[in-house]
């Protein structure tokens, strides 16, 4: 699998690290309601086909980024900084 990285350019899956599930936002901090943490941390989905995950470029610019790639094919389909695809949840969850 090939990733765009913004900053790099295209490159290697071997050069980043998965980070993550990115279709969801992380609970305030100041939120000390424990179900909620806990399903936060604990639950997770095994999506099959689109999905939003963090990934790390850890041999390269070290910057954290949101990769769309289908699960079943890997085709990547949009690759944007991990700091846009927070903006994007708060706004989906203020709607």
């Known amino acids: ?3 765009h990285c913004p900053f790099c ?3 290697d899956e071997h050069e980043f690290s998965y980070g993550g599930d990115a279709m969801r936002l992380r609970p305030d901090e100041s939120n000390t309601d424990q179900t ?3 399903a936060y ?3 997770r989905d ?3 086909g ?3 995950e963090y990934w790390q470029h850890v ?3 070290r910057a954290w980024i949101c990769v769309t ?3 079943m094919s890997h085709e990547v389909r949009r690759v944007c900084s991990a700091q846009e695809r927070v903006k994007e949840l708060r706004a989906e969850a203020s709607q």
């Open 41 to 43: 941390v604990f639950l």
């Open 59 to 61: 041999h390269g610019c």
């Open 9 to 11: 350019g295209e490159r």
């Open 69 to 71: 790639r289908n699960t």
């Open 1 to 3: 699998m090939r990733i």
């Open 46 to 48: 095994n999506p099959r």
């Open 36 to 38: 909620c943490w806990s």
């Open 50 to 52: 689109w999905h939003q």
